[in-house]
């Protein structure tokens, strides 16, 4: 094959058939021989970029998580909203928005693939608790609309049992039982100062993901 002079397009059609197929098949249901296959490209231009399927995998985790991270900043730099009108609206999106959707599907079971739970762990603690969930509840302690204290800690907490305790891909479950856990996380989180965080819509969303 001849030396590709645009290795980025080429990065960029690998991530784009993963997903796809990912979506489709499932990841375990995905080889790297069907990858390589669809994308028509050969072995060796795969492995110049990437060493094995879970790295590809990363990579697409890596992409969704900076697109949602530039939606994300977005909300948490709009002037128009207060604290709690933020975060109710930086979970709407997280649940709501088509990353999400794509990042359900295309992910494995994460009790099954601990490598991949921990790396969503990492992302919390590193980016997205004190990145945009720590700074909004900060603002809401200021303008008055979010009660909490220890707004650093409540930042983590809040991401950890939502995607952990909340997330269909740790541990799946029926609708009914979702729809309680979903009450249940607001109740808990209303009682240290944060007010109806999910909403119906919202509730909805993480429903939608569950068994039938």
């Known amino acids: 094959?001849?030396?590709?002079?645009?290795?980025?397009?080429?990065?960029k059609l690998i991530l784009d058939t993963a997903t796809k197929m990912f979506s489709e098949k499932g990841y375990d249901n995905t080889s790297l021989q069907d990858i390589i296959n669809a994308t028509k490209l050969s072995k060796g231009a795969i492995y110049h970029h990437f060493g094995s399927k879970e790295e590809i995998l990363q990579a697409v985790f890596r992409?969704?998580?900076?697109?949602?991270?530039?939606?994300?900043?977005?909300?948490?730099?709009?002037?128009?909203?207060?604290?709690?009108?933020?975060?109710?609206?930086?979970?709407?999106?997280?649940?709501?928005?088509?990353?999400?959707?794509?990042?359900?599907t295309v992910s494995p079971g994460l009790l099954n693939n601990p490598q991949f739970l921990a790396m969503q762990i990492e992302q919390i603690y590193e980016i997205v608790a004190p990145q945009f969930i720590e700074p909004v509840l900060e603002q809401g302690i200021e303008d008055q609309s979010i009660k909490v204290e220890n707004p650093h800690?409540?930042?983590?907490?809040?991401?950890?049992?939502?995607?952990?305790?909340?997330?269909?891909?740790?541990?799946?479950?029926?609708?009914e039982s979702t729809r309680k856990r979903c009450r249940t996380f607001n109740s808990l989180l209303q009682?240290?100062?944060?007010?109806?965080?999910?909403d119906e819509e919202a509730i909805e969303a993480f429903i939608q993901y569950c068994k039938k």
């Open 1 to 11: 094959m001849a030396r590709n002079k645009y290795p980025e397009e080429t990065v």
């Open 63 to 104: 992409r969704i998580g900076e697109e949602n991270a530039a939606i994300f900043a977005q909300i948490r730099d709009d002037t128009g909203m207060n604290g709690i009108e933020k975060l109710r609206m930086l979970f709407r999106t997280a649940v709501i928005h088509s990353n999400q959707s794509i990042l359900l």
């Open 153 to 175: 800690e409540v930042a983590e907490a809040i991401m950890i049992m939502t995607n952990v305790w909340l997330n269909p891909l740790v541990k799946m479950t029926d609708k």
């Open 191 to 198: 009682g240290i100062g944060i007010d109806t965080l999910l």
